[in-house]
T-cell receptor
Framework: DQQVKQNSPSLSVQEGRISILNCDYT??????FLWYKKYPAEGPTFLIS?????DKNEDGRFTVFLNKSAKHLSLHIVPSQPGDSAVYFC????????????FGTGTRLKVLA | DSGVTQTPKHLITATGQRVTLRCSPR?????VYWYQQSLDQGLQFLIQ???????AKGNILERFSAQQFPDLHSELNLSSLELGDSALYFC???????????FGPGTRLTVL
């Protein structure tokens, strides 16, 4: 049972344009969400997070949007740069639960120069 | 550099064998997490320790076990290895249980 889904395994975007990565979840108890970026041969790196009390969180070129009613979150990267090419994972957790994070399967982003 | 170290970087072994993967968390972090990433799969949560105590358990097989020592480093023991256990094993650490996690570089396990 995949509680966190990233339905697009890959995405290609032109440099300078917006990249939108999507993530859906099924467990309504999830109230904290994170995005990680992973380069080959490295561990994932934390990018940005959002709590369910917010619907938007911004950090530089990265913005995460949360739509609780749709159980959907998205990561926007503007403008996209070639160095953003990586695999992006979303993760969710329930503060009232057992504290574990459930990760999606990842979306491979390729930013074309 | 996340500050989380994992050894060894690569491990090649045979079916039926037992291996131990080691993780040192970032200084000050009390929580340690173990994840498995198989080919083209997401990160599967295995187990979490907080200050020496098991805090949460995921899809960890009975053949696998872990512990966190008083100095907060952690070991993941994998026994009776099967071909399907070949994967990247990541360790992550965080200050508490619901904070951002910092991942190590991973240990690539190959079971032949």
């Amino acid at each position: 049972d995949q509680q966190v889904k990233q339905n697009s395994p890959s995405l290609s975007v032109q440099e300078g344009r917006i990249s939108i990565l999507n993530c859906d979840y099924t467990n309504s108890m999830f109230d904290y969400f994170l995005w990680y970026k992973k380069y080959p041969a490295e561990g994932p790196t934390f990018l940005i997070s959002i709590s369910s009390i917010k619907d938007k969180n911004e950090d530089g070129r990265f913005t995460v949007f949360l739509n609780k009613s749709a159980k959907h979150l998205s990561l926007h990267i503007v403008p996209s740069q070639p160095g953003d090419s990586a695999v992006y994972f979303c993760a969710a957790s329930a503060s009232s639960g057992t504290y574990k994070y459930i990760f999606g399967t990842g979306t491979r982003l390729k930013v074309l120069a | 550099d996340s500050g989380v170290t994992q050894t060894p970087k690569h491990l090649i072994t045979a079916t039926g064998q037992r291996v131990t993967l080691r993780c040192s968390p970032r200084s000050g972090d009390l929580s340690v997490y173990w994840y498995q990433q198989s080919l083209d799969q997401g990160l599967q949560f295995l187990i979490q320790y907080y200050n020496g105590e098991e805090r949460a358990k995921g899809n960890i097989l009975e053949r696998f076990s872990a512990q966190q020592f008083p100095d907060l480093h952690s070991e993941l023991n994998l026994s009776s290895l099967e071909l399907g256990d070949s994967a990247l094993y990541f360790c992550a650490s965080s200050v508490g249980s619901l904070n951002e996690q910092f991942f190590g570089p991973g240990t690539r396990l190959t079971v032949l």
